[in-house]
């Protein structure tokens, strides 16, 4: 299994290879255009990790009127929301977790997990921006409108764990 990664980078390696001399170079640069919105290109860059938690509780602990359990949990859309807020921050590529998000992919909900391509993930939820070059940081705050009803929550209800810091590319 650990020989596997390896093996995978030296077939891709002769793929191109045989591809780049035998596919037409008008197909070969459409293609090339189309790998980051695929997700199968590697980015590099600045970068912004926002982290989402849910809200420490203890069995037995009065809950704030209007307030229920469910509301201390970190739910599909809360991530969901992160992740369009990426897109609109102009993010170059963006990951929940390990898995890189493309346009196939679906972030759902199972019980207090997300379910995505196949793999089952618990909070923390991490979502990792790469950006352009305005810093993510910067931007992300200005295109949330969605993620504005989640300010609204976290500051509403009893406070869920959350953080957001660059990361070093």
């Given at each position: 299994v650990a020989a596997q990664p390896r093996h995978l980078a030296d077939v891709q390696s002769e793929v191109d290879a045989i591809s780049a001399t035998r596919v037409n170079a008008q197909l070969t640069a459409q293609i090339a255009?189309?790998?980051?919105?695929?997700?199968?290109?590697?980015?590099t860059g600045p970068a912004l990790v926002v982290s989402?938690?849910?809200?420490?509780?203890?069995?037995?602990t009065t809950?704030?009127?209007?307030?229920?359990?469910?509301?201390?949990?970190?739910?599909?859309?809360?991530?969901?929301?992160v992740v369009n807020a990426m897109w609109r921050g102009n993010a170059t590529g963006v990951m929940v977790m390990d898995q890189r998000i493309a346009s196939t992919t679906a972030i759902r909900c199972v019980g207090n997990t997300l379910l995505m391509q196949g793999r089952v993930?618990?909070?923390?939820?991490?979502?990792?921006?790469?950006?352009?070059?305005?810093p993510l940081a910067c931007r992300v705050p200005?295109?949330?409108?969605?993620?504005?009803?989640?300010?609204?929550?976290w500051r509403n209800s009893p406070p869920r764990r959350t953080s957001c810091r660059p990361l070093a590319s």
């Open positions: 255009a189309l790998e980051n919105v695929a997700g199968v290109k590697p980015l989402l938690d849910d809200a420490p509780y203890t069995t037995g809950l704030p009127e209007g307030v229920v359990p469910d509301d201390l949990v970190v739910h599909q859309q809360d991530v969901q929301a993930y618990s909070p923390p939820f991490t979502v990792t921006a790469v950006g352009a070059a305005m200005m295109h949330c409108r969605q993620l504005s009803w989640i300010w609204w929550r």
